[in-house]
Every structure is written in structure tokens, then in C-alpha cells.
């Protein structure tokens, strides 16, 4: 019997040893497995493994940044269609967006990016377990009834689409359930005021959805330069895109023909109520809320805020000791490449003996795919102001319509702006908002992080003719 035992004891003391890694990180999405990948570079004789419920790539990659920028594609393509005939080209614009097909082409597009991501774990030696993780202890959690431990633990599980408590909600859809859709929707009602509501309201209307866009408050992108604010909804407005501010939804019902009718409240201090109907869809885009919930933290020391976010420190450390966090689930900037950078920067700190490597979360650059797109970096000026004071605040701002709507009916407006502390006039903030921001921003974004001054922008010869030359050349020799 005591042989029999032992016998019993070797093989669990076997199993686990299986079971044990160096790193173990909870969640394929791009911080998990960029942090895992990274790890596994800096030192081969690391055991990793990552474990997943859903498909590999996380939110970016499934419904988020990837097949986001897909359908932002596939709606500038829409308006350059229209755009055609004024520059010269006969272009039936009346043929109907065949949202099926490219749905198809989209989604396969996806999976090809889930395996490519998987096929890279392997590559790297990295034990990719399928299914959803809780805690059973510190630094142990149960997967499909067998126990994982990690001497180094990742908690990387990002965040979910918040839905209103009001009835009816059951009704809409969030961001995730759009790409799910089976059909292009003649009227869709979108509900949010920050980059998600943006992005999904400018995509659907430019694809000649009937859209209406309804914000709880006076504005959207609140936590954005007021004047990236107020110009892109100049621009929403001015597209034919239909905006109710100041509205808090009350319910959603469904009519007897399915159309669902949308029932809001006045927040401006009026005891108002406004009805629109006959919507096909209903979208939320009201924020996000961190995955927490069944990881059953309780068994561990990882603190969380009011919301559900783990709280972490500026090395991502949680209040567990050997246990760590990065991305959407610490709710700070909810970007796919911070997530990324943290995570990187973690394994080095960890693996790589660089004691002091951390995320720097100042000036980073972030991009909004809305129509038109906005790109910025750094301080807005209302932050600067408050940080530095006014009278240390100088900015140049520049409004003008880019050079491609010259011969086109519609002339949205580029708008940009410096922000910048004096008496260097170092610059604190760059905004713009126009044709092309996505991709002028991330070289912009590199001089703002290295701390490039208005005198070193005047002294950058422009590249004509360009949008981006703008920066370079407003109050061109005026700076101090």
C-alpha cells in the first residue's frame, strides 16, 4: 500500500511538474502574446505557455483594430466611387455595396490572422492551451480541470462591450456583434460619444447607411482637443450624418413590423423625452469594461478598482507579488499598442535583467478612423493649460481644405494644431484632423516624444504639395 503510495505521489509530483512554467499568460490578445513572443526571444530556455478561450489575437485582431480598418477601407473606397466623376472618370455610384460577400472575404481574412498567430507560438516554443482560465490560487489557475502554475503570471485578458441598463437592451448590438452582422442595415441608430461610436457612425453612413448619431452629452471625443471635437463634428453634420446631443437612453422596444424604436431622455436639465423608430439596428458604443469577472481574483491578492480593472503600478506589478497585468484589462489607454509595448517592456524587466524598463504612458500617439480621420499626440491644449498654466502656453493652428477635394463636390476641412510651452515652445500636443492624418501622425509622434521645439519645425523644409507640410510651415519663422 505504501509502495502504491509513493507510486500515486511520483506521478502527481510528474504532472505538475508539467504543469509548471516560468511564464504563464492568460490571454492570446496582442499583450499576452507580445509579452509571451518576447519573452521566448530573450531566452530559449524559458517554459511558456499562454491560454485562451476565444480565438487567438484578441480584440484587435478578431473585432476590433483588424476588421475595423477593413471596413473603414472598404467606406473611403465607397466615397472615392462618388468622388470619381469629378475627376473625369464615368462611374455608376448607384451599384449597392455587396456587404455578404465582402463579409466573407473579411472573416477569412480573420481566420488567416487567428492561425498565423497560433502557427508563431509554436515557432517559438510557446504551449498554447485552449480555454478559459480561473484561479485557484496566486499563481495557479484550473483550465478544463487541470491546474497551471506560473513562477511568473500575465493577466492579459482585455475588456467587453458595455451594454445600458435600460430595457430593451437586449434589442442592440455592441462593436462586437456588428461584424457579425449577415447584412448591410438600412437605418442603424449608433449610440456613444467616444472612438468606437465614431469609427462605427462614420463607416455605416459613408457605406449610405441612414445613420443617426446619439451622444449623452454636448459633444463627442470629449477627452480629445476641443477642436478635434468641434471640427469633426462640422464635418459629421456637413456629410448629411444626423446628431442628437444630450440625450441619455431610456429603452429599446421592438415595433410590430421587427423595426425597433429608440425612446432617450434630455440630459441638458430639461424633463424632456425624445422617440425615434423604425431602426434596424440599434448599436451601443458606450465604453468598455475589463474582463475580470470570472477570473476568480479572490483566490489571489490582485486588487481591482470600483470598475473591475486590475490595479497596477508604472512596472505593471498588481499587488500580488509575481503576478502582472497590461492592456484593456488595467483600463488606461485602451490601444492595441500600448498593450503591445507594455507587455514587451515587462518581459524584458522580467527575463532580460533590465531592472528599470517600464511603458513611458506619456505622449503617446493614437489615431481615430472616423471621417474624416484624426491623429494626435502629446497634451491637448486644455491639459497643457492646466498643467503648465496659460500664460506659459503658445498654439498655432492652421484650417484648410486638402488639395484632393479641389475638384470634388464635397470640401470636408483639414484642421491642425501645435501646442506648445514657452519660452522653448517645445511642442506639448499636435493635433489634426483631415484626409491622411492616420498615416502623417506616427512620424510627427516621434519628433513630439523626443521633444522637437516650433524653431525645429520651421527649420524641416516642407514636402509640396502635402497636407503634412502644414506642420512644418504654419507661422512659418514666428516662433520664438
Not at 473585432?63 to 462618388?82: D, L, N, S, T, Y
Not at 478559459?132 to 491546474?147: M, S
Not at 451622444?215 to 444626423?242: C, H, P
Not at 475580470?292 to 512596472?315: P, Y
Request: charged share 25%.
Amino acid at each position: 500500500y505504501n509502495e502504491y503510495k509513493s507510486y500515486l505521489s511520483s506521478i502527481r509530483s510528474l504532472q505538475m511538474t508539467k504543469n509548471v512554467f516560468n511564464y504563464l499568460v492568460i490571454g492570446a490578445g496582442s499583450g499576452g502574446i507580445s509579452s509571451a513572443r518576447r519573452a521566448a526571444l530573450l531566452d530559449k530556455s524559458l517554459k511558456i505557455a499562454v491560454i485562451e478561450k476565444a480565438r487567438p489575437g484578441g480584440t484587435c485582431v478578431n473585432v476590433g483594430c483588424v476588421p475595423k480598418k477593413v471596413m473603414f477601407c472598404a467606406a473611403a473606397v465607397h466615397e472615392a466611387v462618388h468622388d470619381a466623376k469629378h475627376y473625369g472618370f464615368d462611374v455608376d455610384v448607384k451599384s449597392t455595396f455587396q456587404w455578404n460577400a465582402f463579409k466573407e472575404k473579411r472573416d477569412a481574412y480573420v481566420k488567416r490572422l487567428n492561425g498565423i498567430y497560433t502557427n508563431n507560438l509554436g515557432k517559438d516554443n510557446i504551449h498554447f492551451v485552449e480555454g478559459e482560465a480561473t484561479f485557484t490560487g496566486p499563481k495557479t489557475v484550473e483550465v478544463n480541470g487541470t491546474v497551471y502554475e506560473g513562477e511568473h503570471v500575465l493577466i492579459a485578458v482585455g475588456g467587453y462591450p458595455r451594454i445600458p441598463n435600460i430595457p430593451g437592451a437586449e434589442l442592440g448590438s455592441t462593436s462586437d456583434d456588428f461584424f457579425d452582422w449577415e447584412e448591410l442595415p438600412s437605418k442603424v441608430l449608433v449610440i456613444g460619444s467616444g472612438y468606437i461610436a465614431v469609427e462605427m457612425s462614420g463607416i455605416l453612413h459613408s457605406l449610405g447607411v441612414d445613420t443617426t448619431h446619439v451622444a449623452r452629452r454636448d459633444a463627442i471625443l470629449r477627452t480629445f482637443d476641443v477642436d478635434l471635437s468641434k471640427n469633426l463634428m462640422e464635418a459629421m453634420e456637413s456629410a448629411g450624418q444626423k446628431m442628437l446631443y444630450n440625450t441619455t437612453p431610456v429603452s429599446l422596444s421592438k415595433a410590430e413590423d421587427g423595426s425597433l424604436t429608440f425612446v432617450g431622455k434630455a440630459t441638458s436639465g430639461k424633463d424632456e423625452e425624445v422617440t425615434l423608430t423604425g431602426f434596424d439596428k440599434v448599436l451601443f458604443a458606450i465604453g468598455r469594461d475589463p474582463n475580470t469577472q470570472r477570473l476568480n481574483l479572490d483566490k489571489t491578492n490582485v486588487k481591482t478598482d470600483k470598475a473591475g480593472n486590475i490595479v497596477v503600478d508604472e512596472f505593471q506589478n498588481t499587488s500580488q507579488a509575481g503576478v502582472y497585468a497590461v492592456g484593456d484589462v488595467c483600463g488606461r489607454a485602451l490601444l492595441t499598442p500600448v498593450a503591445i509595448a507594455a507587455g514587451r517592456h515587462l518581459s524584458h524587466r522580467l527575463f532580460n535583467k533590465e531592472s528599470d524598463r517600464k511603458l513611458n504612458y506619456e505622449n503617446i500617439p493614437t489615431v481615430v478612423f472616423s471621417h474624416p480621420t484624426i491623429g494626435t499626440v502629446g497634451l491637448t491644449e486644455q491639459e497643457a493649460v492646466a498643467k503648465f498654466g496659460k500664460d506659459k502656453i503658445k498654439t498655432y493652428q492652421s484650417k484648410f481644405t486638402n488639395m484632393y477635394y479641389a475638384m470634388t463636390e464635397r470640401k470636408p476641412k483639414t484642421y491642425m494644431k501645435l501646442v506648445c510651452k514657452l519660452p522653448e515652445e517645445t511642442i506639448v500636443g499636435l493635433h489634426v484632423i483631415g484626409l491622411g492624418a492616420d498615416e502623417m501622425l506616427q512620424g510627427f509622434a516621434v519628433a513630439v516624444v523626443a521633444g522637437a521645439t516650433k524653431k525645429q519645425f520651421d527649420k524641416t523644409v516642407a514636402i509640396h504639395p502635402t497636407s503634412a507640410e502644414e506642420f512644418v510651415t504654419m507661422n512659418w519663422g514666428l516662433s520664438q
